[in-house]
Nanobody, 122 residues
Framework: EVQLEESGGGSVQAGGSLRLSCTIS????????MAWFRQAPGKEREGVAT??????TPSYADSVIGRFTFSKDMKTVYLQMDNLKPEDTGIYYC?????????????????WGQGTQVTVSS
């Protein structure tokens, strides 16, 4: 019912920046929650940022606070990533929840994008 598609990944050196985008087939404002997750090689998928579109106040994982910024417009959400570190390397996914309250629990989310690769070299 809802399709998400990420873009904007790439390869950068430590200290660089990238801006990820995720287009959604519905209006962002109609979703209960939007989120970004990432998965590093050999690790579990982890939450990066979440926000309730009706009252946009992003929550961030401790590892990215002060460096990443989660924002939106009508049909796209963004993740501005500054001062990237090698440990930020992974596949980044956007996710949407239709009914649940926002959380960093993967089970909260109903729809997922295919992911976009971010590689940060040391």
């Amino acid at each position: 019912e809802v399709q998400l598609e990420e873009s904007g990944g790439g390869s950068v050196q430590a200290g660089g920046s990238l801006r990820l985008s995720c287009t959604i087939s519905r209006y962002v404002q109609n979703m209960a929650c939007m989120a970004w997750f990432r998965q590093a090689p050999g690790k579990e998928r982890e939450g990066v940022a979440t926000s309730k579109p009706a009252n946009w106040t992003p929550s961030y994982a401790d590892s990215v606070i002060g460096r990443f910024t989660f924002s939106k417009d009508m049909k796209t959400v963004y993740l501005q990533m500054d001062n990237l570190k090698p440990e930020d390397t992974g596949i980044y996914y956007c996710a949407a929840a239709l009914y649940r309250r926002c959380s960093l629990d993967r089970a909260t989310y109903d729809y997922w994008g295919q992911g976009t690769q971010v590689t940060v070299s040391s």
